[in-house]
């Protein structure tokens, strides 16, 4: 049997204070690379609330701007290999295949969720409570009035609107879309069958926006409404998130906390940076959250710009440390183990002239 919840949050809480240590010596890591240095970065809209806070405190802590664009994962990626940008965030990691012909490397900075919000008169954040088969119900349109008896069963005791469904999508490819449709699909056969899954679908019905920003915008601002956003966007946009009940009986609630204890859950069953994307997708166990991501920056391996390259890696070592404060933003930070292998990986993962760019001569 797998640890208590408490036992497992002790146990994360005393790493984050080993780190929080740790994090006061960021001002001396984070030197700036050089008097005109600069990193630009595109990609993930779900984890934008929070990459701008990070780059505000990253350029306190080192003089050293971090420009973000929210492109989405397939813009960011498009950006670097034009070159654009020094480093792209995606939600899906890339293929091996692409990796190797590109020439980049991939390695997780953060753990994000996939949210269903809600926007229903007198009912709060976290007092819903949607299955798989009632949310892709009511996200495809197949569910069309909150008072529908599917839903009262799963909420004895709440008082429902009688309001008619608007379902808010993702207009752009999305990350967030795959891993909510690859969950519905696996535990809704007629979802499977009828939108089946992937980071752009063919929604039957109801309200296209574009980025996690849009659909939260258009869920706070239309009664009836539900879609689905980055946790970042929950904090920044202070929804209403459901609860998820999964295939074993379990009911989860959205918090960083559980996205904390999904993620530890995850390193111990692949303890390989690697592997934690993938084994995030695993069902989840005794009330965590079930649809935990894995961000991941992308970079090349021979930068042409050596000196932006360190600081985006620097910029990087400043958010593995910044536990509390990415937990603040409503994602969890990397496990300890893998934060570490992830910054030890650096050392070999990139090169100039055939000599390791990282860690950075003092």
């Known amino acids: 049997m797998s ?22 010596v960021l001002t001396v890591v984070a030197a700036p690379a050089g008097a005109d240095t600069m990193v630009a970065g595109a990609g993930s809209a779900s984890v934008f609330p929070a990459m701008q806070q990070w780059a505000v405190r990253f350029q306190e802590a080192s003089a050293v701007p971090v420009e973000y664009q929210p492109l989405g994962s397939v813009g960011g990626l498009a950006q670097l290999d034009d070159g654009t940008v020094t480093f792209a965030i995606v939600e899906a990691q890339v293929e091996a295949k692409r990796l190797a012909g590109q020439g980049y490397v991939q390695f997780p900075i953060v753990i994000d969720a996939v ?36 839903i009262a069963a799963l909420n004895p005791g709440l008082s429902l609107p009688d309001l008619p469904v608007a379902p808010v999508h993702r207009a752009d490819p999305s990350d967030d879309t795959a891993r909510l449709t690859q969950w519905l699909a696996a535990g809704v056969p007629a979802f499977a069958q009828a939108i089946g899954s992937g980071p752009e679908v063919a929604w039957p019905g109801g309200r296209a926006a574009k980025g996690g920003a849009g659909v939260a915008a258009a ?12 946790g970042a966007d929950v904090a920044a946009a202070r929804l209403a998130p459901v609860k998820l009940k999964t295939a074993d009986g379990s009911v989860a609630s959205y918090s960083t906390a559980g996205l904390a204890i999904t993620a530890e859950a995850a390193s111990v069953a692949d303890p390989d940076p690697a592997g934690l994307g993938p084994a995030l997708v695993g069902e989840a166990d005794g009330g965590d959250w079930p649809l935990a991501v894995a961000a991941y920056a992308v970079m090349e391996q021979v930068p042409e710009d050596r000196d932006s390259s360190i600081a985006a890696l620097r910029f990087f070592q400043f958010v593995l440390a910044a536990d509390a404060e990415t937990e603040a933003l409503g994602l969890a930070p990397l496990p300890p183990a893998i934060a570490a292998a992830v910054e030890a990986s650096w050392a070999s993962g990139f090169r100039l002239a055939d000599k390791p760019i990282w860690p950075p001569a003092k």
């Open 115 to 150: 949210v269903p919000v809600v926007n229903l008169p007198g009912v709060g954040p976290d007092a819903l409570t949607l299955d798989a088969e009632t949310l892709a119900g009511l996200l495809s349109g197949a569910v069309a009035r909150w008072s529908d008896p599917a």
């Open 219 to 230: 869920v706070a601002g239309t009664a009836g409404a539900i879609g689905y956003v980055g």
């Open 3 to 24: 640890p208590s919840f408490e036992a497992r949050w002790r146990d994360r809480v005393a790493a984050v204070l080993r780190r929080l240590a740790a994090a006061a």
